[in-house]
């Protein structure tokens, strides 16, 4: 894990090489990638917990083990809801089988659908699991570049924070992705190889 893409040095080129390594895994081997991931994150759920989770699109890692397994156990589970021209996410509950989309957020073929339910911002969460592009051995995420978890986890910085985990496969980690003052740190990332954690005390420099 965290080695650098070759000939990628923006934000828009190692997004773009990232992408194409997640998507060309062999399908065999992103499923099982897939489970492995789901098992590892498993580790994180406690009864009566408010866990934050994503709608996975595109060849993103999906979490349907980990959301059945967390409610199964108890656990509250989330989804984000993403109010038009704001940046800043509310949290819905996890939809039932039978509960369709308020609507569907987005212009092409990947939408994400937003449910309704009863809101909360991300200080009343416990646990948020965060989708990447890419992620370094610092913390920082490389995100679909919206802004909206930086924006979120910035706007209550001085309340509760919620422990922040970037679930990706193991090809999304990268030696250093470029930052920006506001860009939020991860307190974990969670992969097929397991758990790491980063101490807040290294540094970029």
């Not at 040095?9 to 991931?37: C, D, F, T, W, Y």
């Not at 108890?74 to 989309?101: C, D, M, Q």
């Not at 948020?128 to 051995?137: E, F, H, M, S, Y």
Request: glycine content about 8%.
């Amino acid at each position: 894990m965290f080695t650098q893409p070759e000939n990628a040095h923006s934000k828009k080129e190692i997004r773009r090489a990232l992408r194409l390594a997640r998507k060309m895994q062999p399908e065999n081997q992103r499923k099982r990638r897939e489970l492995q991931a789901n098992r590892q994150l498993k580790s994180h759920i406690k009864r009566g917990k408010r866990i934050a989770v994503y709608w996975g699109i595109g060849s993103e890692l999906r979490l349907d083990h980990f959301i059945q397994a967390a409610k199964k156990r108890g656990a509250h589970v989330y989804l984000p809801y993403i109010e038009p021209h704001s940046l800043r996410l509310w949290f819905t509950p996890y939809p039932n089988g039978s509960l369709k989309p308020e609507r569907k957020r987005g212009k092409s073929k990947l939408y994400v659908p937003q449910f309704q339910g009863k809101k909360l911002r991300a200080d009343r969460l416990h646990m948020v699991v965060l989708p990447i592009v890419g992620i370094d051995k610092c913390g920082y995420r490389l995100g679909q570049g919206g802004g909206y978890y930086d924006f979120t986890f910035a706007a209550c910085q001085h309340k509760l924070q919620p422990h922040k985990i970037a679930v990706g496969y193991a090809c999304q980690s990268v030696a250093s992705l470029p930052c920006e003052p506001h860009d939020i740190r991860a307190h974990k990332f969670v992969s097929e190889r397991g758990i790491h954690r980063f101490s807040y005390r290294s540094d970029k420099g």
